[in-house]
Nanobody, 123 residues
Framework: QVQLVESGGGLVQAGGSLRLSCGIS????????LGWFRQTPGKEREFVAD????????YYADSVKGRFTICRDIAKNTVYLQMNSLEPEDTGIYYC????????????????WGQGTQVTVSS
């Protein structure tokens, strides 16, 4: 079993930055992928970025490429999402998710989810 707890959300002006954290507890051995997703009211949850826990390979949605960076600290069992040059369109609840196996962008592929953290970007 895996538990995920997000933190770091908040209110920021457009052009600003935030760093989200996702603390992980439980078994992280083997092929293990961590992803960030976001959701706004009336829209489906969408993929933002993911990372392979051991290898560190990353993948980003086109909408955040060049602005967001996902990384992990294995010693701290934490995954981060550094968000720069934030835009009002980045507003939403951000979720950390995990799955055993390769990186995938499909929401349904992830078995473990955190409770989410709100990010609001004002114009």
């Amino acid at each position: 079993q895996v538990q995920l707890v997000e933190s770091g959300g908040g209110l920021v002006q457009a052009g600003g930055s935030l760093r989200l954290s996702c603390g992980i507890s439980g078994r992280t051995g083997g092929r293990f992928a961590l992803g960030w997703f976001r959701q706004t009211p009336g829209k489906e949850r969408e993929f933002v970025a993911d990372i392979m826990w051991n290898a560190g390979d990353t993948y980003y949605a086109d909408s955040v490429k060049g602005r967001f960076t996902i990384c992990r600290d294995i010693a701290k069992n934490t995954v981060y999402l550094q968000m720069n040059s934030l835009e009002p369109e980045d507003t939403g609840i951000y979720y950390c998710a995990a799955r055993r196996g390769i990186q995938l962008v499909d929401v349904l592929a992830y078995a473990y989810w955190g409770q989410g953290t709100q990010v609001t970007v004002s114009s």
